[in-house]
Protein backbone atom coordinates (compact mmCIF):
# COMPACT_ATOMS: atom_id res chain seq x y z
CA UNK A 1 0.00 0.00 0.00
CA UNK A 2 2.38 2.07 0.73
CA UNK A 3 3.95 4.46 -2.52
CA UNK A 4 6.73 6.66 -2.89
CA UNK A 5 6.73 9.41 -6.07
CA UNK A 6 9.55 11.07 -6.76
CA UNK A 7 9.66 14.56 -8.58
CA UNK A 8 11.46 17.42 -9.18
CA UNK A 9 14.21 16.54 -11.42
CA UNK A 10 15.54 17.76 -14.49
CA UNK A 11 18.29 19.30 -16.52
CA UNK A 12 20.46 22.00 -14.52
CA UNK A 13 23.82 24.20 -15.68
CA UNK A 14 26.88 23.29 -12.70
CA UNK A 15 26.18 25.62 -9.80
CA UNK A 16 22.47 25.86 -10.56
CA UNK A 17 20.02 23.91 -7.74
CA UNK A 18 17.01 21.89 -8.06
CA UNK A 19 14.46 20.84 -5.41
CA UNK A 20 13.77 16.98 -5.22
CA UNK A 21 10.11 16.09 -3.38
CA UNK A 22 9.23 12.34 -2.62
CA UNK A 23 5.72 12.20 -1.70
CA UNK A 24 4.88 9.16 0.81
CA UNK A 25 0.98 7.54 0.52
CA UNK A 26 -0.01 4.70 2.56
CA UNK A 27 1.75 5.83 5.34
CA UNK A 28 0.96 5.81 9.19
CA UNK A 29 3.96 4.73 10.60
CA UNK A 30 5.21 7.31 13.91
CA UNK A 31 8.56 6.51 13.67
CA UNK A 32 10.60 6.17 10.63
CA UNK A 33 13.35 6.33 8.23
CA UNK A 34 13.79 8.22 5.23
CA UNK A 35 16.53 8.59 2.63
CA UNK A 36 17.90 10.15 -0.67
CA UNK A 37 19.96 7.50 -2.65
CA UNK A 38 21.74 8.43 -6.28
CA UNK A 39 22.84 5.89 -8.93
CA UNK A 40 24.88 6.76 -12.27
CA UNK A 41 25.39 4.05 -14.89
CA UNK A 42 27.43 1.57 -13.83
CA UNK A 43 27.45 2.18 -10.33
CA UNK A 44 25.85 1.28 -7.47
CA UNK A 45 23.57 2.83 -4.96
CA UNK A 46 25.07 5.76 -2.70
CA UNK A 47 23.83 7.59 0.10
CA UNK A 48 22.80 11.25 -0.38
CA UNK A 49 21.28 12.38 2.74
CA UNK A 50 18.72 10.42 5.46
CA UNK A 51 16.46 12.27 8.07
CA UNK A 52 14.26 10.29 10.58
CA UNK A 53 11.35 10.87 12.66
CA UNK A 54 13.10 12.94 15.29
CA UNK A 55 14.60 15.25 12.51
CA UNK A 56 18.00 13.55 13.00
CA UNK A 57 20.07 13.90 9.36
CA UNK A 58 22.73 12.49 7.66
CA UNK A 59 24.69 13.63 4.75
CA UNK A 60 27.32 12.07 2.47
CA UNK A 61 30.68 14.44 2.81
CA UNK A 62 30.11 14.83 -0.71
CA UNK A 63 27.08 16.81 -0.55
CA UNK A 64 27.65 18.47 2.82
CA UNK A 65 27.11 22.11 2.36
CA UNK A 66 25.34 21.86 -0.85
CA UNK A 67 22.23 19.83 0.01
CA UNK A 68 20.07 19.74 2.44
CA UNK A 69 16.76 17.06 3.24
CA UNK A 70 14.10 18.07 4.85
CA UNK A 71 10.39 16.94 5.97
CA UNK A 72 7.16 18.18 5.63
CA UNK A 73 4.89 15.92 8.14
CA UNK A 74 1.38 17.29 7.40
CA UNK A 75 1.98 16.67 3.70
CA UNK A 76 3.85 13.01 4.27
CA UNK A 77 6.57 14.23 1.84
CA UNK A 78 10.20 14.77 1.74
CA UNK A 79 13.03 16.67 0.33
CA UNK A 80 16.30 17.26 -1.11
CA UNK A 81 17.41 21.01 -2.09
CA UNK A 82 20.36 20.52 -4.00
CA UNK A 83 22.55 23.64 -4.17
CA UNK A 84 25.95 24.43 -5.96
CA UNK A 85 25.58 21.45 -8.37
CA UNK A 86 28.50 19.77 -10.22
CA UNK A 87 28.60 17.60 -13.41
CA UNK A 88 29.47 14.81 -10.81
CA UNK A 89 26.09 14.97 -8.84
CA UNK A 90 24.25 13.74 -12.69
CA UNK A 91 22.52 10.35 -11.81
CA UNK A 92 18.93 9.02 -10.93
CA UNK A 93 17.95 9.83 -7.47
CA UNK A 94 15.60 7.92 -5.29
CA UNK A 95 14.25 8.20 -1.86
CA UNK A 96 13.61 5.23 0.28
CA UNK A 97 11.56 5.11 3.70
CA UNK A 98 11.85 2.16 6.63
CA UNK A 99 9.60 2.13 9.78
CA UNK A 100 12.16 2.56 12.12
CA UNK A 101 15.02 4.98 12.71
CA UNK A 102 18.16 3.15 11.32
CA UNK A 103 21.66 2.92 12.94
CA UNK A 104 23.45 3.59 9.38
CA UNK A 105 20.76 5.61 7.53
CA UNK A 106 22.90 5.81 4.11
CA UNK A 107 23.01 2.36 3.23
CA UNK A 108 20.75 0.86 1.62
CA UNK A 109 19.85 -3.17 3.42
CA UNK A 110 17.43 -1.25 6.17
CA UNK A 111 15.22 0.33 3.84
CA UNK A 112 11.59 -1.24 3.35
CA UNK A 113 10.49 1.18 0.41
CA UNK A 114 11.43 2.55 -2.67
CA UNK A 115 10.40 5.36 -5.33
CA UNK A 116 10.91 4.86 -8.61
CA UNK A 117 13.53 7.51 -8.97
CA UNK A 118 13.86 10.95 -11.06
CA UNK A 119 16.93 12.00 -12.98
CA UNK A 120 19.17 14.62 -12.22
CA UNK A 121 21.53 16.09 -15.23
CA UNK A 122 24.16 18.73 -14.43
CA UNK A 123 25.72 19.69 -17.66
CA UNK A 124 27.37 22.38 -19.41
Known amino acids: QVQLVESGGGSVQPGGSLRLSCAAS????????LGWFRQAPGNGHEGVAA???????TYADSVKGRFTISEDNAKKTVYLQMNSLKPEDTAMYYC??????????????????WGQGTQVTVSS
Open 51 to 57: IDHKQRT
Open 26 to 33: GWTDAKYQ
Open 96 to 113: AAASFALGAPLRRGGYTY
